[in-house]
């Protein structure tokens, strides 16, 4: 039996020559991510903005009316600005409403326009059943906010702390950095696209910390290891040496991890969305980033193969040295 | 590295088997398959987004409690010094509760040392804490202040009890197995599963139920009660909408009335006379007695019933109300009045809860995320199937068969441990199964690799599993990493996801890298193959 081989053996693609442009388009990238999350900002769900969403099913109907909520609703005092939009089966909304500084800390406020917006959507449309409410008071969603940041930033230092204790210190910056790219442009997908953002994205991008990592691992470890057994190579191309002799992996890897993810993103619920589609994004981006920035990095920030050269040794060495002048 | 002793493999089968034998019950819940009742039948729970229900985060006001903490204080503090017998009466004056501090004046300075002996007992609680301090201020101004350490007992106090009250509220709904946990020092987490209609919850939890009785203060000017100025000792409570004179208040004196916790009974009713519900409540012996005495004192006089601060009606002691029994009217329909017999049985809550957080899933939509999610889940472990035993041959299927024993053994160990499966959860488990694999590609690979140097086939294996196992345990490590910090982060539904994917990383080490290099081991025993089609 053939087996199948999506990489073939032995490639030799320079990949570090086109290093520079790469990098200068990553940090351009990284550059538009943050710009587009501070102009246009992220479309914050309920967990963030706080106020009130509602999911609801139009039983028995091919179409939920969206055109005909958005007038029934927004005419509702209680409502402003009301983001009604279809989720998941065409007959599915979820409307989603701010809740108005009179409701904060006020439940029955809450309840009130839950049962307003209900009656409206029930008025003509008797079968309407009403699969779930969600509701968040500013406090809540103004906490979710900072220990999300906390979260994001914690797991990434950490990670980049162990990996400078396997490594050296030069792994750990150059893990650290492709993982604010790979937040960054995630963050910033959200942003321009203008998805939503919520409690279930921040899961998503703390797994992609983890998952994205795993790649930039397998070049790191076979970067260490050709150090040691290639002493006099030059360092670009022994890091294309090393890039190339993990590319199956990296390939392998990612790949399974996407024909895993795909059919949960074509088949799966639809509130997972948003959190198959953001790992699966950060899928990608984790990838190009082990190769293109957690690679290249390490020659600007001076790695050599005396990194790696046991401490015994260079002990021994000064010791010899000392003597030898004595 | 290829060595297993027969202990050794007794050992991991046995390990396996039994994780995996515990995911039997949840995988069967769905069949007709009946697991004899003798065998223990671990079962995972499923989350509120899967199940359906309510989750509702409740948050108390500390200020609250300090504010009814200073209150009663005044009351002891009142009682204490006034003493037994008259001529040992303390007498005090302009009493003040400003800044959380209550102080008041010794009308004799003589008088200090003697109170502060009096006080002295009272300031301290059952614990070892100290609850209060006592200073005074030029000579005859004593003030108590509340300690921290007493401040965070009362909160404390308030909120455990605030749990057992709410729990005797939900329990009376006959809902079936709700969860109450405290979280973080004022907040309480209520997750009632498969409720249709939360608003009945709500409305309960949203009830402090704090009844109270006091005498109506008929010498208040109307017109000034209605401009919330009140005479002194005394104060301005409105009335309560569902009342006939909603819209305008009612003035009672602050102190002296009684509190209506000590009840032994609630019950929803009608009145006799004009069939209008009402809640008849039974005080216990010593409530009946201060309700009896407050009632003889003032026949003939207007008293307030207060619920939460609102007045519902003010009727008239028209004689001694001895039996301990009352009625409380004051426009209820029968369910408002069912509620409140209900918040009253089950006692006043210490503290008002608000609901600061509120998700509810209709039980259908769970149903079908479950479907979808095994949907996705079944055709995209097919895939990963397929890409392996495609690209690594036998490689694969060993790889094939520790994907299954992986899957098996995550969701046995997650009933085993009794966690929680949530929607993100079902998303940690495609995520576990799209990564577990990575660990042999990455051994496949490197044998593969050893084999192109020209490695002998043992020699090859041995050394792809040695080698690759470095990249193998850091990549789970910084994934382990990320998802403690996920799991600290989340809450519910994220938390799921969480729980999985930890599991899963120790889960996936074992399946496919132990138990995958004992079956290769095997086969390198027995089939002593010259080269290796990899």
Known sequence: MRLLKLVPDDTNIKFLKLRIPFFVVSLLLIAASWAAVFTQGLNYGVDFAGGQEIRATFVGEAEAPVAELRQTVSALEVVEDPVIQRFGEPNQVSIRVKLPAEAEGQPEFAAMMTEQITAAMRDGHPEVRIDGVDSVSGKVSGEFRNDAALALVAAMLAVAIYIWIRFEWQFGAGALFALFHDVSLTLGMFAIFQLEFSLQIIAAILAIIGYSLNDTIVVYDRIRENLKKFRKMDLTDLLDLSVNETLARTVMTSLTLFVALLPLLIFGPASLFGLVAAITLGLFIGTYSSVYMAAPILIWLGVTSDSFVPQESAADLQEKKARGLT | ?534
């Open chain 2, 1 to 534: 590295m290829l060595d297993f002793p027969t202990w050794k493999k007794i050992w991991l089968w046995g390990l396996t088997l039994i994780a995996a034998a515990a995911a039997l019950p949840t995988l069967l819940a769905s069949t007709n398959i009946d697991i004899p009742d003798f065998l223990p039948q671990p079962t995972v729970n499923l989350g509120l987004d899967l199940a359906g229900g309510s989750h509702i985060l409740l948050e108390a006001d500390p200020a609250q409690v300090a504010a009814q903490r200073l209150e009663n204080m005044e009351e002891t503090v009142r009682t204490t010094l006034r003493g037994s017998v008259p001529e040992n009466r303390i007498r005090i004056g302009d009493v003040s509760t400003a800044n959380g501090e209550l102080s008041f004046m010794v009308d004799n300075p003589a008088d200090v040392d003697r109170a502060r002996e009096l006080l002295l007992p009272v300031m301290n609680g059952t614990g070892l804490v100290r609850e209060w301090d006592l200073r005074v201020e030029d000579g005859q101004q004593m003030i108590l202040a509340p300690t921290g350490d007493g401040l965070d007992t009362a909160v404390d106090q308030a909120m455990e009890t605030a749990i057992e009250v709410i729990r005797r509220r939900i329990d009376s709904l006959g809902t079936r197995e709700p969860t109450i946990i405290r979280q973080g020092d004022t907040r309480i987490v209520v997750q009632v599963p498969g409720l249709d209609d939360p608003d009945q919850l709500k409305a309960l939890l949203g009830q402090t139920a704090q009844l109270e009785f006091k005498m109506v203060d008929q010498s208040a000017l109307p017109s000034d009660v209605q401009q919330g100025i009140a005479p002194l000792g005394s104060e301005i409570f409105p009335y309560a909408e569902s009342s006939q004179f909603a819209g305008t208040s009612v003035a009672v004196r602050r102190l002296g009335g009684i509190r209506g916790d000590s009840l032994i009974n609630a019950q929803q009713s009608f009145d006799p006379q004009t069939n209008e519900p009402v809640v008849s409540i039974t005080f216990d012996q010593q409530g009946g007695q201060r309700f009896a005495q407050l009632s003889t004192q003032n026949v003939g006089r207007l008293f307030a019933i207060i619920l939460d601060g609102n007045v519902l009606s003010t009727p008239v002691f028209n004689e001694p109300i001895l039996g301990g029994k009352a009625q409380i009217s004051g426009g209820f329909t029968t369910e408002t009045a069912n509620n409140l017999a209900i918040s009253l049985r089950s006692g006043a809550l210490p503290v008002d809860l608000s609901v600061i957080e509120e998700r509810t899933v209709g039980p259908d939509l769970g149903a079908d995320s479950i479907r979808k999610g095994m949907l996705a889940m079944l055709i995209g472990s097919a895939a990963v199937i397929a890409l392996m035993i495609a690209s690594y041959g036998r490689f694969g299927v060993y790889a094939t068969i520790a994907l299954v024993f992986n899957v098996m053994i995550l969701l046995g160990i997650m009933a085993g441990l009794n966690t929680t499966l949530t929607l993100p959860g079902i998303a940690g488990f495609v995520l576990t199964i799209g990564a577990a694999v990575d660990a042999n590609v990455l051994i496949n690979e490197r044998i593969r690799e050893e084999r192109k140097r020209g490695r002998r086939v043992v020699a090859a294996v041995e050394n792809g599993y040695k080698e690759a196992s470095r990249a193998i345990y850091d990549a789970n490590i910084t994934n382990f990493i990320a998802g403690v910090l996920l799991f600290m982060f989340g809450t519910g539904p994220v938390r799921g996801f969480a729980v999985v994917l930890v599991i899963g990383l120790f889960t996936s080490v074992f399946t496919a890298v132990v138990l995958t290099r004992m079956w290769v081991a095997g086969w390198l025993r027995n089939a002593r193959p010259n080269d290796l089609s990899l």
